[in-house]
């Protein structure tokens, strides 16, 4: 009988609270910091077994100490706790397939060679497709002799063969060998932690398009077909359900007065008028439910025109709150530009937003304006207030406009993604990329920021080219790697990763 470990442990709770007060929206507090990972110990007979018993504790504390729950064979279950032969194999499947809708992902760690055949055909057999890791371990210069050599460096090669052979997509680090206790290691294994984050949530998200996309607007369509064969859903909800649920709201309602009082606490509304404030609550509060009640990961949303002239508020600041509480909201019902706002949030834990690729700088090609009407999540805003969206209130009268925000966008490194599905060729494309706000002067209105991205020419060729959307998922973080690799090697995406 196999006996199963389990290692849990979660995250400072302290410092995790810590990030996520005052917002009370956290819809993925608990997705982003509990993770489930298999860990398969590679031994062959005739290298030293003393190995793998060591390697498998040093491999399952390094995950313990991310607040991982590990899901492993122990020593009392095969020798050093490795799958090698027949009977290690079935052990190893039956474990897989217990616990296979838990599995995040799959560590493959090599204390010496290893019997490739043996890990592989125990995964393959397991029937799991979730993201797979292959670490291999140093050998010591004064420890080749026969009682303690690994050869792991040759044993990763076969195993990679055998993944490759089986049609198994894997991830590799970037050291082909290392060992656990190194700066190195801890990166590669955070960012593998980060990949199958992306694959775990984005492969079952259920998303909200809210309301029909604005009628010019042929750019943000898309093939809800193509993102449900990635696993994504997509459920529509007509904007007259969410009017008619807000104003069915008393305004003493319980839930509409702490909304008014979280929006009054999240960002200066001081020149809002109250009546407009206090249906930008009941907005909110509507939209909440139904987040809820549908399971929603994210919502895109008709941002105008009919909110303004039915309803008679812009909903850019209940948006930001929604997407600084991580339940990103996209604009004008960009559905796959919210399917990277919430890819880059899963990556790095922190809000995201959706931007306009919008203006040159001056003339300096390296550096453009991102900008949108205001609804950018607030840690984005070096300063930021709640007034009302500039350029709509041209045409539908600033009356019918209070909400948008009118802030400037911080300095800092971020990254930048997009995702389109290109229906004529039944696939789904995808650009990721890092670049970094500036200081620069700027003297404007909206939500705005000065952007410099190295290469910036050859982005936009490119997003010309391929007939990208003009919206981009931006997200204050490193990130862009972890995504090429989750769209790229699981989602079988074809990806774009802008270098410079």
């Known amino acids: 009988m196999v006996k199963l470990c389990l290692f849990t442990l979660s995250i400072d709770e302290g410092r995790a609270r810590a990030h996520l007060e ?18 398969i110990v590679g031994n062959r007979e005739f290298f030293p077994d003393h190995v793998c018993e060591s390697g ?63 890990i592989v055909e125990s995964i393959a057999g397991a029937e799991l497709r979730v993201p797979i890791w292959v670490h291999a371990f140093d050998d010591d210069l004064e420890a080749l002799d ?9 044993g990763k090669i076969s195993v990679c063969n055998n993944l490759h052979q089986f049609g198994l997509p894997f991830t590799l680090p ?62 529509t909800l007509d904007l007259s359900e969410v009017f008619g649920r807000a104003n069915r709201l008393p305004d003493d309602d319980a839930a509409v007065v702490g909304k008014l009082d979280e929006l009054e606490k999240y960002m200066d509304a001081s020149g809002v008028p109250a009546a407009q404030c206090l249906k930008m609550a009941k907005l909110a509060v509507a939209l909440e439910a139904f987040i809820r009640e549908f399971g929603w990961k994210g919502i895109a949303v008709q941002c105008w025109n009919s909110i ?26 960009d559905v796959t530009g919210l399917v990277a706002m919430y890819a880059l949030q899963q990556a790095s834990g922190q809000p995201s937003a959706l931007m306009d690729w919008n203006n040159n700088y001056a003339r300096d090609r390296e ?61 789904i494309r995808a650009y990721v990329g890092e670049g970094s706000f500036t200081d620069d002067p700027l003297n404007t209105f909206g939500s705005r920021g000065v952007a410099k991205v190295v290469g910036l020419q050859n982005l936009m060729r490119h997003i010309c080219k391929y007939g990208f959307e003009h919206h981009v998922a931006v997200n204050f973080s490193q990130t862009a790697a972890v995504l090429a690799e989750a769209f790229e090697t699981y989602f079988g995406w074809d990806v774009y990763f802008h270098r410079g």
């Open 146 to 154: 026969v009682e303690n050599r690994r050869d792991s460096f040759c």
């Open 56 to 118: 498998r504790d040093l491999i399952v504390n390094s995950l313990k100490a991310r607040g991982v729950r590990v899901i492993a064979l122990s020593p009392e279950d095969t020798v050093g706790g490795a799958t090698q032969t027949r009977a290690d194999v079935e052990k190893t499947v039956n474990l897989l397939q217990t616990h296979r809708h838990e599995i995040d992902g799959i560590v493959i760690t090599l204390p010496n060679f290893g019997t490739e055949k043996a």
């Open 174 to 235: 970037e050291l082909h060998t290392d060992t656990p206790d190194s700066e190195s290691f801890q990166a590669d294994l955070d960012f593998f932690l980060s990949v199958c984050r992306v694959v775990r949530s984005l492969s079952k998200a259920r998303f909200g398009a809210v309301g029909a996309r604005p009628e010019a607007f042929n750019t943000v369509r898309y093939s809800e077909k193509l993102l449900q064969k990635a696993g994504i859903t997509v459920d």
């Open 367 to 427: 550096k453009c304006i991102l900008f949108h009407c205001g609804n950018f999540p607030r840690s984005f805003y070096s300063e930021a207030k709640i007034d009302h969206c500039n350029v709509l209130a041209r045409t539908l009268g600033k009356e019918n406009c209070c909400g948008g925000i009118n802030g400037r966008v911080k300095s800092g490194h971020f990254t930048f993604a997009r995702v389109s599905t290109d229906d004529s060729a039944g696939a």
């Open 22 to 39: 005052p917002h009370t929206n956290r819809y993925e507090y608990a997705a982003l910091i509990e993770m489930n990972i298999a860990v």
């Open 308 to 333: 303004q002239m039915n309803y008679g508020v812009s909903p850019c600041a209940v948006m930001s709150l929604l997407g600084e509480g991580l339940c990103p909201a996209a604009c004008e019902v």
